[in-house]
């Protein structure tokens, strides 16, 4: 499509170890366009992470590889630019907010140092209009009293501040994608709520495009257009937010919204999915969730343990998961006509940024 800012196709990213490959991510498709957000939602171990590394090059050497598929920015293929290209990208275009900003600020710089650095790289400022963008950044994240935390180091403020100071890098330089990896983990919910308000402004004023990753589904229920599940590596469902929540079809996906609490619900146990993850270096055949499904419901297994695994990529459709090719999974699915109708989800709220290495353009050695 025209508007499509972001497209990845078939992306395969290995962790060679000396245990065997670990393949983190298995075959990803999907896109994202200008002014979208695109939520992707998984256990941990899911590869949602790696994916989003994949996108900026940043995958952990010397064992990450990317070995396979394409990685479409704005019309261009990403693997086929060189590390200084990429460092360029980075920052300007396509900023990220890491998991856990202590590890990824600069302990040894304050935070003021660590903004301005990216808009001294990236924008040309010097001087007085760069301090004033700085404590400007840091007053858009909702910090008090940002002339006096502009002078500060990551060390002397609380995890949720530093999360925010994280979220003023990644936005510094107004990127065109910005790619958030768990931001809303230390914020209480009122944070989150002013954060989400935020990123729907700047997303409306600049068509900024959001990949948003998280565990939390009543925030991917607020914020997000479409959402993309994964497990073991893959991308089981990719829908529409209304379509995913109303009526899933993939079983796990499913069990994921099973999980919630619903004014439904009432006493009753919340449903579990039994068992772990597969170990990515050693995937099982056909749909990886069979094992647990077998174990978490009799239906659902009966259902998986007639999928097959596509034999090559094929193209996305709401209505039809991956893993269930051939044959096509009945219609309506008995989870779906159970939780479709009932199914409402509440929604928390909001947001964090890149390593002071993706965001400065550090290809991060």
Known sequence: MADTL???????TYIYTRRGVVKAVDGASFSVRRGETLGIVGESGSGKSMTCLSILRLVPEPGGRIVGGQIL????????????EM????????????QDPMASLNPAMTVGEQIAETLALHRGLRGRALDDRVVELLRQVKISDPERRVH???????????????????????????????????LDVTIQSQYLRLLKEIQRETSLALVFVTHDLGIVA???DRVAVMYAGRIVELGRTRDIFNRPRHPYAIGLLDCLPTLRRGREPLTAIEGQPPDLANVPEGCSFTPRARRWSRS????????????????????????????????PSPWAAATSSSRRVSSPST????????????SGR
Not at 73 to 84: C, H, Q, R
Not at 300 to 325: D, K, N, Q, V, Y
Not at 352 to 362: Q, V
């Open 6 to 12: 972001l497209e990845v196709r078939d992306l395969r």
């Open 73 to 84: 920015f704005d019309g261009e293929n990403l693997l086929d630019k060189s590390p200084e």
């Open 87 to 98: 460092r360029r990208l980075r920052g300007p275009r396509i900023a990220m907010i890491l």
């Open 152 to 186: 500060a180091y990551p060390h002397q403020m609380s995890g949720g501040i530093r999360q925010r100071v994280a979220g003023a890098i990644a936005i510094s330089c107004q990127p065109s994608l910005l790619i958030a990896d768990e931001p809303t983990t230390s």
């Open 222 to 224: 607020k914020l997000c």
């Open 300 to 331: 659902t297994a009966s259902i998986l343990s007639r999928a097959f695994a596509p034999a090559r990529p094929r193209p996305w459709a709401a209505e039809r998961p991956p893993c269930h090719g051939r044959p096509p999974l009945p219609s």
């Open 351 to 362: 947001f964090r940024s890149p390593a002071a290495r993706s965001s400065a353009g550090d």
